[in-house]
């Protein structure tokens, strides 16, 4: 039996403990919170979308960064076996839009409280509100860890282990504890951490009207990001506007993909408000609704195209007379209303804090990581799992199953000896 320390008792660390625990090992998660999975109560809107149903093929292209390097993680330990893990605890489970997967109850504390009951059946000890303070590496392996004194009374406690797995997480949501502590446990082993970024997380746009369309949501729009050039994201979904931008599903993915450009500079956003139709099929529909209101002022002729909040904003953005006759519009002005209506832009000036981000770009260089074990080439018996790792995708539940697949492989590797 060797002993093994887990270092956050997120969703990456307390799988990783259980089967670490599994493997009949003697298991000990130092978690700085006062309760286990603080971030993961939260994800999903508290609803927690633990995976996807997809095919596991399709979660590669889902990755945004290194998806190659999780090959042998995510077909280890599948999305389906995650499922039946899940229900083998008595958390039962649903697929919904976009195969994406949540327990039945709709709350997210069911699949902690699982976890929580699996970690007490199997032994494993849990510290909460204790704090690493740094790892003991000697001769290229580590000895233990540190752990904080809080009452400034005494030195460090030194804890020895075996192998220790640092579950971290990043740095968004920062009031959920994670601060970044892995990072720089990395980097003090003489790990390289990638550039961070907040991923999965709102932007802001430039134009007056963002404030104007604040709080309503648009259900099946197309959109595209370009910078001037070319197309850098495409999707068709939900979205929000904000005070301040943009958020909802393809605006969230979209930031994992263009947040480095977009701190260098302005990108143009563009809704297809009508992604259903054709430009020639809507200009007959806008046709019909002026022929139905020919003696009507434009700005009561447009109600059924779109949403009461957006139709100032387009009527404005038409650079059509409000009080225009529609029978008065000419064709041109009409081409160049309905050009607007599948192609409304915004300009993206960046993105959103870690505070309000999902999750972190950027992380532990994979390229010192075993992929097939989660372990340092640099450091032996240090595994790493989940957020903390330079690994991330797009919405739907696949940035949990990083987070399961990696912690799976780390509870199964560490702690075991070399023949």
Not at 9 to 37: P, Q, S, T
Not at 277 to 289: A, K, M, N, P
Not at 391 to 396: E, P, R
Request: net charge neutral.
């Amino acid at each position: 039996m060797s002993n093994v320390i887990v270092i956050g008792g997120g969703a990456a660390g307390m799988m990783a403990a259980v089967f670490a625990a599994g493997n009949g090992h003697h298991v000990r998660i130092y978690e700085k919170n006062d309760r286990l999975g603080r971030k993961l109560f939260i994800t999903g809107k508290g609803r927690c979308n633990i995976t996807n149903a997809s095919e596991i093929e399709e979660f590669f292209p889902a990755v945004v960064s290194n998806p190659k390097f999780l090959y042998s993680a995510f077909y280890s330990f599948t999305n389906e076996q995650v499922i039946d893990f899940f229900e083998k605890l008595g958390v039962k489970t649903k697929v919904e839009r976009g195969n994406r997967v949540f327990p039945v109850s709709d709350h997210s504390s069911d699949v902690i409280g699982a976890l929580q009951r699996e970690l007490h059946r199997l032994g494993v000890q849990v510290f909460l509100c204790t704090e690493v303070k740094k790892m003991s590496v000697e001769d290229g392996e580590i000895k233990g860890v540190f752990l904080s004194d809080h009452t400034k009374k005494q030195k460090e406690e030194f804890v020895p282990a075996d192998a220790v797995i640092v579950a971290t997480g990043g740095v968004s949501y920062p009031s959920t504890g994670s601060t970044g502590d892995g990072f720089r446990f990395a980097k003090a082993c003489g790990h390289k951490v990638t550039e961070l970024f907040p991923a999965l997380v709102p932007m802001e746009v430039k134009e007056w009207y963002a404030k104007e369309l604040q709080g309503l949501s648009l259900r099946n729009v197309r959109i595209w990001i370009t910078d001037g050039k070319k197309r850098l994201y495409e999707e068709f979904g939900e979205m929000l506007f904000t005070h301040y931008g943009v958020t909802g599903p393809v605006i969230l993915s979209a930031s994992s993909v263009i947040g480095k450009r977009l701190k260098e500079k302005e990108l143009t956003l563009h809704i297809d408000l009508k992604p259903a139709l054709t430009e020639e099929q809507l200009d007959r529909r806008v046709l019909r609704e002026f022929e139905t209101n020919h003696n009507r002022q434009f700005k009561n002729a447009v109600d059924s195209l779109f949403p009461s909040k957006l139709k100032p904003v387009m009527t404005e953005l038409s650079e059509i007379e409000e009080e225009k006759k529609v029978n008065e519009i000419t064709k041109e002005e009409r081409m160049r209303f309905v050009h607007l209506i599948k192609d409304f832009q915004m300009t993206l000036t960046g993105l959103r804090s870690y505070s309000e981000a999902i999750i972190t770009k950027g992380g532990v260089s994979v390229k010192e990581i075993c992929p097939g074990t989660m372990e340092s080439k640099i450091v032996k018996n240090l595994f790493f799992a989940g957020e903390v790792l330079d690994l991330d995708a797009v919405t739907g539940g696949y940035n949990l199953q990083i987070a399961w697949s990696t912690a799976y492989l780390a509870g199964i590797n560490a702690g075991e000896k070399d023949e």
